[in-house]
């Protein structure tokens, strides 16, 4: 299994203490749901509401990015790609969307799991499914084949 880095124990921490309505995805939702790969990144789906866009601002910031950096992310969740990347060494990826779901039916049925002492809320593997297999990327149908077996 993976380990956080700091940086994404950080946010993740500042973001459960703000209450920001947020899920992991991607490959460390693959990994917690069984199907284990390695991943370098860690992906995190969050609210476009203006309350949790504050959040993940501050959130970001306390946790050591920079403001403008932070400022910038917020706005890039708006933007065309609807995500914000932060680079190594943090390298923490930002959605506001994800292909097939809308947000709050999959945080009504997300999954708690402990990592790393932090209560983290994790896409549901019904939803991950889901919008894995409408991703491109052979990556994406590996992972759907991985938390389907």
Same mark, same amino acid.
């Given at each position: *299994?993976?380990?956080? $880095?700091?940086?994404? &124990?950080?946010?993740?921490?500042?973001?459960?203490?703000? $209450?920001?309505? &947020?899920?992991?995805? #991607? #490959?460390?939702?693959?990994?917690?749901? #069984?199907?284990?790969?390695?991943?370098?990144?860690?992906?995190?789906?969050?609210?476009?509401?203006?309350? %949790? *866009?504050?959040?993940?601002?501050?959130?970001?910031?306390?946790? +050591?990015?920079? =403001?403008?950096?932070?400022?910038?992310?917020?706005?890039?969740?708006?933007?065309?790609? $609807?995500?914000?990347?932060? #680079?190594?060494?943090?390298?923490? %990826?930002?959605?506001?969307?994800?292909?097939?779901?809308? &947000?709050?039916?999959?945080? %009504?049925?997300?999954? =708690? &799991?402990?990592?790393? +002492?932090?209560?983290?809320?994790?896409?549901?593997?019904?939803?991950?499914?889901?919008?894995?297999?409408?991703?491109?990327?052979?990556?994406?149908?590996? %992972?759907?084949?991985?938390?389907?077996?």
């Amino acid at each position: *299994m993976n380990q956080l $880095n700091d940086s994404q &124990f950080e946010i993740l921490r500042e973001m459960a203490l703000r $209450n920001l309505k &947020f899920l992991v995805v #991607g #490959g460390w939702a693959v990994n917690l749901h #069984g199907a284990h790969r390695p991943t370098k990144d860690l992906d995190i789906w969050v609210s476009e509401s203006r309350t %949790d *866009m504050n959040a993940l601002e501050e959130s970001l910031t306390f946790s +050591g990015i920079a =403001w403008d950096a932070a400022a910038l992310c917020c706005q890039e969740l708006h933007g065309p790609k $609807n995500i914000a990347r932060i #680079g190594p060494p943090v390298d923490v %990826d930002i959605v506001s969307q994800l292909n097939g779901l809308v &947000f709050e039916d999959s945080l %009504d049925r997300l999954e =708690w &799991f402990i990592v790393d +002492g932090l209560r983290l809320p994790v896409i549901c593997k019904n939803h991950l499914i889901i919008t894995k297999s409408k991703s491109e990327g052979q990556k994406h149908l590996d %992972d759907v084949h991985a938390l389907r077996s």
